[in-house]
């Protein structure tokens, strides 16, 4: 059953709005927020935005920099960010690409560096309207997907 | 004043237009004899973790005749390698033992790799598929060579376009300059779309054809031939006939014009005949032979004992 944007609010800490069901744990992966703190996912509101629905992300007690919100928009573009202060809203947040991808992305050519001799993995914006990124080290190109991101 | 000393060369992307002049001005005086002894008193080491002995041959070379002193590991697997010493390890260790670090790698990345663990800089000779960048530096040298000039070219690559690094980082460098370039190659060894995307960001003249007739009123400048390798093809049939499309004679040369010259990274198969060896057009071994004032200058470079 189709049911509207209602998860409960909290007091202090991070809201991430507008990610496409059904990517919120993979949103999780990618700030590396697997063991930590308190969360609430709500999967599957109504969207008008994405077909499939929407996903939120509700962080407790913490307040994640940009550079962390910023590493979302490689799986999630439209994300929105609402940073809450004493239970109101106080910073609404616009993300960007991040200019250079540390660890969080493996590179898909299975004969780089990062996959055979242990290079750390490291990737370059190269076109933001497509989300292409480079390999710092083979230095091939390549639009990222979901997929990409490494697992623990 | 753009200053290599210290430097690593890894790719050619990480090359400006004046990176690109300077490396061939710099080469221009070392083959003219005016700079020479610039690598006395220093220690090249040269790391093959796969054969390549032109390649090993040409660095070797160009230390002994700048007066450096050099040595080599030419199979690094056999040795250290197998007694489980990581990559990482033997480059660090390596390193420590030379003024620099000539290495080449079958893995894409190795040498940008090395070149963050080295304490000396490295000079990439070949990692994988990905970068050449000596070989691109002696193409823009001989280029420049033949016309006297880097600009305002129009240049045909031909052969295997799509596996090709070489023919990938001429591009890209021919790209900083202005030329306009003609791809000739089968449809299933067409340039890459990433590389023609990065050329269409810089705004680069470029067209694809599938046949030779169809360069004829291109008016090429240079064609760069490179060899379409048989295991491309699942069909060793298919793979007769686009070898035998493929293929430049002084027929081919009277069709493109009497003004072309014609070039090739070595080694060849039959991709070009060998009546072309002794006509004007071909500039292939004097492409070949610059190779060592190109590898003479880059090392003197980055040793600082030239600049
Ligand atoms: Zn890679």
């Not at chain 1, 590493?71 to 999630?76: E, Q, V, Y």
């Not at chain 2, 295991?231 to 069909?235: I, T």
């Given at each position: 059953m189709a049911r509207t944007y209602k998860v409960y609010s909290i007091e202090d800490g991070t809201v991430i709005d507008h990610i496409p069901t059904p990517l919120a744990l993979k949103v999780i992966r990618i700030l590396g927020l697997e063991n930590e703190g308190i969360m609430t996912i709500g999967i599957g509101f109504n969207s008008e935005k994405h077909p499939r629905g929407k996903d939120i992300l509700k962080i407790e007690n913490r307040e994640l920099s940009h550079e962390e919100t910023n590493?979302?928009?490689?799986?999630?573009?439209d994300a929105t960010i609402n940073i809450i202060k004493n239970g109101k809203v106080a910073e609404k947040r616009q993300i960007t690409l991040p200019s250079e991808v540390r660890d969080i992305l493996s590179c898909p050519n299975p004969n780089c560096a990062t996959n055979k001799l242990g290079a750390r993995k490291h990737f370059v914006l190269e076109n933001k309207g497509t989300v292409t990124y480079r390999c710092r080290y083979c230095e091939r190109a390549t639009v990222v997907n979901a997929d990409m991101l490494t697992k623990k | 004043m753009v200053s290599f000393n210290g430097r690593s060369i890894v790719s050619i992307r990480d090359m400006s237009h004046d990176d690109l002049i300077k490396v061939v001005e710099t080469t221009k005086r070392v083959k003219h004899g005016e700079l020479s002894g610039f690598l006395k008193g220093k220690t090249v080491a040269t790391l093959f973790f796969e054969p390549s002995t032109r390649t090993r041959l040409s660095f070797e070379s160009a230390v002994f005749k700048s007066g450096g002193s050099v040595f080599g590991i030419a199979n690094p697997k056999a040795s250290s390698q197998s007694k489980g010493e990581s990559f990482a390890d033997s480059i660090r260790t390596v390193s420590g033992y030379c003024d620099v670090l000539v290495i080449r790698h079958p893995v894409e990345g190795a040498a940008r790799m090395a070149s963050e663990l080295s304490s000396t800089p490295v000079i990439n000779a070949g990692d994988g598929a990905n970068q050449h960048p000596t070989q691109t530096f002696l193409d823009l040298f001989t280029i420049n060579e033949s016309f006297g000039r880097l600009e305002n070219l129009k240049i045909g690559m031909m052969g295997d376009l799509k596996y090709g690094r070489t023919v990938h980082s001429l591009a890209h460098a021919l790209a900083l300059f202005g030329n306009e370039l003609t791809f000739i190659s089968p449809p299933s060894l067409q340039m890459p779309e990433n590389i023609l995307k990065e050329l269409d960001d810089r705004n680069v003249k470029y067209k694809s054809v599938a046949d030779l007739e169809d360069a004829e009123n291109c008016d090429l400048d240079i064609l760069y031939v490179t060899r379409i390798q048989k295991?491309?093809?699942?069909?060793p049939q298919e793979y007769e006939k686009v070898a035998g499309i493929y293929r430049i004679t002084q027929e081919t040369i009277r069709l493109l014009g009497e003004g072309i010259r014609v070039m090739h990274p070595l080694p060849r198969v039959d991709e070009i005949a060998e009546e072309i060896d002794s006509m004007p057009n071909a500039i292939y071994f004097t492409q070949a032979h610059n190779g060592i004032p190109t590898r003479q200058a880059l090392l003197g470079l980055v040793t600082g004992g030239l600049d």
């Open positions: 590493k979302i928009a490689l799986i999630a573009p | 295991e491309r093809f699942g069909d």
